[in-house]
């Protein structure tokens, strides 16, 4: 079965702060979507993308997020309140999946060869991996009153990034009780099934804050794409 990309782009953007959705702000004069898309399809390693949008832009065209003939790959499906059930929705597109892999649109500048790591992993016989970096801030964990409980070693923990590659079965098994987790691998986790690691690239930050968008300007007039 082919490799089918889920891009949940439902998000209201609050922490960027935007009028726009946040898949929706341009960069260079293209969005975010249409950026993420493009990279992951031209990439060779996805065969179709389906893309999560707002509910009010659910009956938007593929033509109008992506350019041809990226397009002709791209299906487009309402999301919904929280992340999970955008992918839950995706998830419903993809049934014909072998793998699937979960990428956020906020991620415009991954690069190909972090596809390819993913995808040989999943066909190397993982179920579930997941793009990680080491941690470089010490990190605390606080109480409700924001006193320090604890330090957990830095050297056993990783920030974690998209795309994350799943099984298609083992992912719909996970995603049908989701709560308001902000990770899909977490979900995996909470059914006991193992999660396995690739090697993280800096240029898939995700665009959370101002702060990241400057970034990734800056990167795309320095010629980064
Ligand atoms: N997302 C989604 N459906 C939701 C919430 C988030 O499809 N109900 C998507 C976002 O569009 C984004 C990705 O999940 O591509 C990662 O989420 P995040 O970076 O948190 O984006 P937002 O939720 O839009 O941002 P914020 O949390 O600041 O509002
Ligand atoms: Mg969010």
Redesign the pocket.
């Known amino acids: 079965g082919p490799v089918v990309g889920i891009?949940?782009?439902?998000?209201?953007?609050?922490?960027?702060g935007q009028e726009l959705?946040?898949?929706f702000v341009e960069l260079d004069g293209r969005t975010?979507l249409d950026r993420a898309v493009e990279s992951m399809l031209d990439s060779g390693e996805v065969d179709r993308v389906v893309v999560?949008v707002?509910p009010e832009l659910a009956a938007t065209q593929p033509e109008q997020l992506v350019r041809a003939p990226f397009s002709e790959r791209v299906s487009v499906v309402a999301?919904?309140?929280?992340?999970a059930?955008?992918?839950r929705a995706g998830l419903a597109c993809a049934s014909d999946a072998r793998f699937v892999l979960v990428h956020?649109?906020?991620r415009v500048l991954t690069p190909p060869g972090l596809f390819a790591r993913v995808v040989a992993e999943l066909r190397r016989g993982s179920d579930a991996v997941i793009p990680v970096l080491p941690v470089t801030d010490t990190i605390k964990s606080v109480d409700a009153q924001g006193a320090v409980t604890g330090t957990p070693d830095r050297a056993s923990l990783r920030a974690v990034q998209t795309p994350q590659g799943f099984d298609v079965a083992l992912l719909s098994r996970a995603n049908t009780d989701a709560g308001d987790a902000?990770d899909d691998a977490g979900l995996v986790e909470r059914l006991g099934e193992r999660v396995d690691t690739v090697a993280g690239d800096p240029l898939a930050f995700?665009?959370?804050t101002p702060l990241d968008l400057v970034l990734a300007r800056a990167l795309l007039a320095s010629g980064a794409r």
């Open positions: 891009v949940p782009a439902a998000g209201r953007g609050v922490r960027l959705p946040k898949a975010m999560v707002p999301g919904g309140a929280e992340r059930d955008s992918v956020d649109a906020a902000t995700k665009i959370t």
